[in-house]
Structures are given as C-alpha cells and as structure tokens.
C-alpha cells in the first residue's frame, strides 16, 4: 500500500494525541510546571528589552543633520565643523624687488555650537577657532583657538562673551571690503596707524569681554572691553611688561610689524586697555555703521621722540545696493592725543575709502575700490615729508557654487615721499612691503604693485 503525505500526516497528529490522552496526571502536572517556567524566562527577557530601548532614547547620541554633514548633536548641544581655505599665486613688486609667492590668506578651521538651558530661555554658545596656515610652516599665529574663539551667553538681552575676537571697530565695515585677505585688502590704509603693516585699528584682541546686542527697528550695537593685563614697566629690569599670562605685547600681532613678540621690548604699541564699539543699521538695500576704538596709555617710547598717550579711530561708512551693484564708502580719522611733537605724529590722519561691487551675471562679480590716506603731521623717520598714499584695487570673482569661487585680483599702492605703507597687510598670507636698505631702514615712496589668481573653498 502506498503511504502518502497526508496519510503519514494524520498518522503522526493521532499518535501524539494518543500519547498525550494516555500520560498519566503526574506527567500533565511536570508539563504545566515547565511552561510556567518558559513563561517566566520570557516575561523577564521581555522587561531586559523594554529597558534597553528606554536607554537608548535617553543617552546622549551623535546623529547628522541633514543640512549639513558637519553637523551633530551631542549631550543636547549643536556643535559644527567648519572652515575657509583661501590660497593665491602672486606676482609681486615693491618698488625696488620682484619676486614670485603663494599665500594662504586668513584661511581658519572652527568647532562652534550652542546648548538650550532648559526653560531659562538662556543659550549657551561656543566657538574655538584656529589660523590654518595651509601654504606655509606653521607658527604662533595657527596655535590652538588663535582665531574668534568664546564662550558666552545668548537670550532676549542679545549675547554676552568672553574669549578673543574681532573688534567691533574692525567687524563695522568688514562686508564692505571686497578684496579682504586679498592683495587689494583696504587695511594697507584704513586703520593702519603706521605704514608698514600696522592695522592696529583693524584688531582681534585677547582677553575680552564682549556684547552683542538684539536688532531694534534695524538697529544693532557691538561693545568690547580689553583688559590690557599690563602692569608698569621696569626699565632697570628690562622688563617692559608683557601681558599677565601671554608672552605679546598687548595690541601686538605675533609675526608682523608693529608691538614686537617675546625678547624684546613693549614699547611701539602695547596699551593698558582698548575699548571699541559700534552702532550698525540694516534694512533693505542699505547698511550703515558708527564706528569708535580707544587704546589707552599706549607706549611708543621706542619711536624717535615717542612718548605714552592714548590713540583712538573712528568712522562712518555707508553700503547699498542697486540693480547689480553694491557701492560702499567710509571715512576714517585716527587720532593721538597731546604731548608729542606734531613733527613726529605719523599717527593722526585721515582715510577715504570707496568700494564697487558689480554683479555681470554667469555667477562672475567685477570689483573695484580705491583707498586714500592724508598727510600725517609728521613722522619720526622721515619728518614732514608727504607721505599721503592711494591704493587702487581691481578684480574679477566667480562663484562656482556656495562653497568653491575663484578671483583674480591686480593692486596698486602709489605714495608719496615719505609714505611707507604695504599692499596685503592686515590678513594677506604674505604682504608686499615698503623695501629696505642694506642697514635694515624702510624706503619709503615706493610705488607697490601686485597680481593675483586665487581660489576660496567654504565648508
């Protein structure tokens, strides 16, 4: 006989149900006994599942934002990456050399972010950020946090810091330099007290305490205290006393002209205090700022004849856009107060200067700007000799998308006798300065000239 499927099927289903009616009590009873013991076994596995899936909703988890790949949450905080890379190739000629170079201009990476402080209706907010030297050998200008870098406070009150950061003086006018970190950077002349490569109105001051205001009808105000954390100089001692806790004279910019790094003496800018503010106004097309900035006890005693005075800047300028096009102008007036001899006051001047942004479609922006710096009284160095200066920028930007453009950039510094200014100063990678002379001493009156093919990559 042939035993089909369903034949053994049935077979087997009636022999265990024979079995089954022929246990005995003590067999069903073992059985019961082993099934609440699985039922157990599954209750608790089921309550080790609950609480896991309960921690896993509560512990602090890294998760992309969509937005931005750079993005996360951690602990409940915002935090994100980003940076700037600005590289160029340069021609360059300063009167009297030409030479060849590659710049890495203002380029930076940073971690910022922020945490709500639960119902306070407060925010705290972070910021470290650091100069990425990207072309050149890294010094103490790309240390850890030498960029903007604070913790603070933000709520209904605006936002309150402390770190280092850029002025407000310095932040007032900013977005109405197109050429900035460029060769064509207006700091060759607006708030450069000096020549050379002394923007010292055009400053990121450590040690600060300062507030960001919220907008009113428009209106918004930026304010910083410096504490210059300096105490009086001890001449017999050779100590012309650095900052409590840094190792640069206060105002100075550890690689450049001007307050000189360790080793040497804080006598050519180091301040007691700095004190800066701003009244910015946006609406529409126009923007416009008020703009203040006071060093206080500033030792110049190792100029020809210096002494310590306060020196102070202040501005107005003016952005707006028609049609195509965003026309920007600011007029400057830096200021010493009394006690040195006018003949030896390069330090107090005026400064004009006029920007053109020109939107030519196909992604492309033409940009123009000239810069003007008056006669000073005089000058340690070179007397009452004229030392006005104009600076003429052009350039050419194309925006590949948001993040990669590309410029090409020619300057032109013209001055006058006396004038020692420098194309580049104040964030250029590698500025083009006044020639010196086999002892070392600045000629001046040089007339400085610069083309360059950059790119910019955001991210």
């Given at each position: 006989?042939?035993?089909?499927?369903?034949?053994?099927?049935?077979?087997?289903?009636?022999?265990?149900?024979?079995?089954?009616?022929?246990?005995?009590?003590?067999?069903?009873?073992?059985?019961?006994?082993?099934?609440?013991?699985?039922?157990?076994?599954?209750?608790?596995?089921?309550?080790?599942?609950?609480?896991?899936?309960?921690?896993?909703?509560?512990?602090?988890?890294?998760?992309?934002?969509?937005?931005?790949?750079?993005?996360?949450?951690?602990?409940?905080?915002?935090?994100?990456?980003?940076?700037?890379?600005?590289?160029?190739?340069?021609?360059?000629?300063?009167?009297?050399?030409?030479?060849?170079?590659?710049?890495?201009?203002?380029?930076?990476?940073?971690?910022?972010?922020?945490?709500?402080?639960?119902?306070?209706?407060?925010?705290?907010?972070?910021?470290?950020?650091?100069?990425?030297?990207?072309?050149?050998?890294?010094?103490?200008?790309?240390?850890?946090?030498?960029?903007?870098?604070?913790?603070?406070?933000?709520?209904?009150?605006?936002?309150?810091?402390?770190?280092?950061?850029?002025?407000?003086?310095?932040?007032?006018?900013?977005?109405?330099?197109?050429?900035?970190?460029?060769?064509?950077?207006?700091?060759?002349?607006?708030?450069?007290?000096?020549?050379?490569?002394?923007?010292?109105?055009?400053?990121?001051?450590?040690?600060?305490?300062?507030?960001?205001?919220?907008?009113?009808?428009?209106?918004?105000?930026?304010?910083?205290?410096?504490?210059?954390?300096?105490?009086?100089?001890?001449?017999?001692?050779?100590?012309?006393?650095?900052?409590?806790?840094?190792?640069?004279?206060?105002?100075?910019?550890?690689?450049?002209?001007?307050?000189?790094?360790?080793?040497?003496?804080?006598?050519?800018?180091?301040?007691?205090?700095?004190?800066?503010?701003?009244?910015?106004?946006?609406?529409?097309?126009?923007?416009?700022?008020?703009?203040?900035?006071?060093?206080?006890?500033?030792?110049?005693?190792?100029?020809?004849?210096?002494?310590?005075?306060?020196?102070?800047?202040?501005?107005?300028?003016?952005s707006y856009r028609f049609?195509?096009?965003?026309?920007?102008?600011?007029?400057?007036?830096?200021?010493?107060?009394?006690?040195?001899?006018?003949?030896?006051?390069?330090?107090?001047?005026?400064?004009?200067?006029?920007?053109?942004?020109?939107?030519?479609?196909?992604?492309?922006?033409?940009?123009?700007?000239?810069?003007?710096?008056?006669?000073?009284?005089?000058?340690?160095?070179?007397?009452?000799?004229?030392?006005?200066?104009?600076?003429?920028?052009?350039?050419?930007?194309?925006h590949y998308d948001k993040?990669?453009?590309?410029?090409?950039?020619?300057?032109?510094?013209?001055?006058?006798?006396?004038a020692h200014y420098a194309?580049?100063?104040?964030?250029?990678?590698?500025?083009?300065?006044?020639?010196?002379?086999?002892?070392?001493?600045?000629?001046?009156?040089?007339?400085?000239?610069?083309?360059?093919?950059?790119?910019?990559?955001?991210?």
């Open positions: 006989m042939k035993i089909t499927p369903v034949a053994l099927a049935c077979a087997l289903i009636f022999g265990v149900t024979g079995n089954a009616l022929a246990a005995d009590s003590t067999e069903v009873e073992l059985l019961k006994q082993q099934m609440a013991a699985l039922q157990q076994q599954m209750a608790n596995l089921q309550g080790k599942l609950s609480a896991m899936s309960a921690q896993q909703q509560t512990a602090p988890v890294a998760t992309s934002s969509s937005s931005s790949p750079l993005s996360t949450k951690i602990a409940g905080a915002d935090v994100t990456l980003y940076g700037h890379a600005d590289l160029s190739a340069e021609a360059t000629d300063n009167g009297k050399e030409r030479t060849n170079q590659v710049s890495s201009n203002l380029s930076y990476v940073g971690v910022r972010g922020g945490k709500d402080l639960g119902n306070t209706g407060l925010r705290a907010v972070f910021q470290v950020e650091t100069l990425a030297n990207i072309s050149g050998t890294p010094t103490e200008t790309g240390g850890l946090a030498s960029r903007n870098s604070f913790v603070g406070l933000h709520g209904g009150f605006g936002t309150i810091m402390l770190g280092k950061t850029d002025t407000p003086y310095k932040q007032a006018t900013a977005a109405m330099d197109p050429f900035s970190a460029s060769v064509g950077d207006y700091n060759s002349i607006m708030g450069n007290t000096g020549g050379d490569l002394r923007a010292e109105f055009d400053a990121r001051l450590p040690h600060s305490i300062f507030y960001y205001s919220p907008t009113f009808s428009g209106f918004s105000a930026r304010l910083l205290y410096s504490p210059g954390q300096k105490l009086h100089n001890l001449a017999g001692a050779s100590n012309n006393a650095f900052p409590q806790g840094e190792k640069v004279c206060a105002g100075a910019t550890p690689g450049s002209s001007g307050s000189t790094p360790d080793g040497n003496s804080c006598d050519d800018g180091a301040f007691q205090n700095a004190y800066s503010l701003s009244l910015d106004y946006a609406a529409g097309p126009l923007t416009g700022t008020l703009a203040y900035e006071r060093h206080s006890a500033v030792d110049r005693t190792g100029d020809t004849g210096g002494i310590v005075s306060d020196e102070s800047a202040a501005k107005a300028g003016l049609g195509g096009n965003r026309v920007s102008g600011i007029v400057e007036k830096l200021y010493r107060d009394g006690g040195i001899n006018p003949a030896l006051n390069e330090r107090a001047r005026t400064g004009y200067y006029l920007s053109d942004v020109q939107d030519l479609g196909h992604a492309t922006d033409l940009m123009l700007a000239w810069a003007h710096a008056g006669q000073t009284p005089g000058g340690p160095d070179f007397g009452t000799a004229d030392d006005k200066a104009n600076m003429y920028s052009l350039g050419l930007k194309y993040q990669t453009s590309l410029y090409l950039v020619g300057a032109m510094l013209k001055q006058g006798a006396g194309l580049g100063a104040g964030g250029h990678g590698v500025a083009i300065a006044s020639p010196r002379d086999e002892s070392g001493a600045t000629i001046p009156g040089q007339t400085e000239k610069a083309l360059s093919v950059g790119m910019q990559y955001n991210f």
